[in-house]
């Protein structure tokens, strides 16, 4: 983050995301100020909180994949909510907490993948010797049955390697195999033969109930309620020695590093750098007037209040406290308006930033300027079959054109109108792509305003039928 100055992070978004330089700069802004923040003095980082921002702006504009990147920009823990999905305290439906809990899985999610990164390799090679382990064993004998219901369940196992009384003279000749063999495995000589492998059975026994920290369901496993006391049900699996690698070396990860760690670190993540996007916040905003028992909206409202002032949500985690999480809301505000919002939402929001329609321009620039330009998702689509697709300058100004008259005269669906467009496009080549003889296709102009004549037409027709 000491790296990216607010002017870079624009740029990096700019990859991405036409237009809306407002919001753009918005974001950048509240990103680097976790950066400063962070140089400061313990006692003076308590104090400053992150400035909450509000993006106002039709669907399709932009909104969602302006936090979605700034999050991935800096590997930061991001969610993204609907404010309609909440329910007031005291009514069946998800409570506003399970917004801090869904962030701290995510979390600990990114946190468990980082780590076992790190210690991969060495996972790999104890993957090897497991497999070399497998195809070359010593004599079987069974180990000591400590825990009495190790047998009742059937999961008694076998000594290992360093246990028992072996003959000296085996061993040694097994050992020196089994070097020779994790040579072959690692040169990928065996990938394609078939191996037995043991592996835990991830389905386990769980209980659900209604938790008194909210309404959401919480399920606990329980083998984290009784710990060691039931033995782990491990099952049988007959795969190619290429697959068993992999599955052995993420069992062998996971021993590896030391789960306590990875959560405490990913709760200080979660705290110090997690964006949660609200999504769809005028759908909750206005006052309700029918006074009948049905979930308001202020009351909602009321129940996201303290998340974003700042509170502690209990996890199973542990606790988790929300001062200092950037909180990023969105909605279009065609009917309600800010002022709508109760005034204390309207406090912790302090940055609003009104993102406006995409027009032609907008839409030639996103078909031909961004990294995941619609064009190219669909043209490498089309090269999977062999069929390769070529738009030409005039093609894209009519794509855009269209795309831009059927927001005007239909829904404003924003930048998702292009893939209804590209769909309608496509249709015939993307249905005949497997069977057709001619490989190599230009998309012209006239190609597309073939292929939207007849909708045009109507459309046109339809704006004089009552």
């Known amino acids: ?26 974001v950048a802004i509240a990103l680097r100020n976790r950066y400063r923040r962070s140089r400061l003095e313990k006692k003076l980082q308590e104090e400053i909180t992150p400035k909450n921002i509000v993006m106002i702006g039709p669907t399709g504009v932009g909104k969602t994949e302006i936090a979605r990147r ?6 930061a823990p991001f969610i993204k909510v609907e404010a309609t999905k909440f329910t007031e305290v005291g009514y069946v439906g998800r409570d506003v907490e399970s917004m801090i ?12 993948n980082e780590k076992m990164k790190t210690v991969m390799s060495k996972a790999q090679e104890l993957a090897l010797q497991r497999i070399a382990n497998i195809l070359l064993p010593y004599s079987r004998r069974k ?3 400590n825990n009495p219901l190790e047998a009742l369940f059937g999961t008694i196992d076998y000594e290992n390697d360093e246990q028992g009384n072996y003959d000296s003279q085996e061993k040694g000749e097994i050992k020196e195999r089994r070097i020779q ?3 072959k495995l690692a040169t990928e000589e065996l990938d394609s033969e078939y191996i037995e492998i043991e592996v835990e059975d991830t389905l386990g026994t769980s209980i659900d109930f209604f938790s008194n920290m909210g309404n959401d369901e919480i399920n606990i496993n329980m083998q984290d309620v009784f710990g060691n006391l039931f033995p782990k049900k491990k099952k049988k699996r007959r795969v190619t020695i290429k697959e068993a690698k992999k599955i052995l070396a993420q069992q062998e990860a996971q021993k590896l590093i030391d789960m306590d760690e990875v959560n405490a670190e990913a709760i200080d993540k979660a705290e110090q750098h997690g964006i949660i996007f609200l999504d769809e916040i005028d759908k909750i905003a206005g006052k309700d007037y029918s006074g009948g028992p049905d979930v308001s909206r202020e009351g909602v409202q009321r129940d996201i209040l303290p998340i974003v002032e700042g509170s502690t949500v209990m996890t199973k ?13 969105a ?30 321009e907008h839409f030639k620039q996103i078909l031909t300027k961004t990294e995941n330009a619609v064009t190219k998702q669909y043209i490498a689509l089309m090269n999977t079959e062999g069929v390769n697709i070529e738009f030409t300058e005039d093609s894209i100004d009519e794509i855009a054109n269209i795309a831009y008259i059927q927001n005007e005269q239909m829904e404003d669906i924003g930048a998702r109108r292009l893939y ?12 005949d792509a497997p069977d057709i003889e001619q490989k190599d296709i230009t998309i012209d102009r006239d190609y597309v305003v073939g292929r939207f004549k007849d909708d045009i037409s109507n459309r046109d027709i339809e704006r004089y039928i009552i």
């Open 70 to 75: 700034l999050a991935k920009l800096v590997k």
């Open 181 to 183: 063999l994790k040579k």
């Open 1 to 26: 983050m000491d790296e990216l100055t607010p002017k870079q992070i624009v740029s990096e978004l700019n990859r991405y995301i036409i237009g809306q330089e407002e919001a753009k700069k918005a």
């Open 317 to 329: 985690y542990g606790p988790v406290k929300t001062d200092h999480i950037l909180f990023i809301a």
């Open 101 to 112: 809990r869904d962030l701290v899985e995510e979390s600990i999610r990114m946190q468990k």
């Open 331 to 360: 909605g279009a505000f065609h009917v309600a308006k800010i002022s709508d919002l109760i005034p204390e939402l309207q406090g912790r929001f302090p940055i609003r930033v009104k993102l406006n329609s995409l027009n032609k």
């Open 420 to 431: 209804t467009v590209f769909e309608k496009l496509l249709q015939d080549i993307s249905f």
């Open 143 to 145: 180990k000591n049955v």
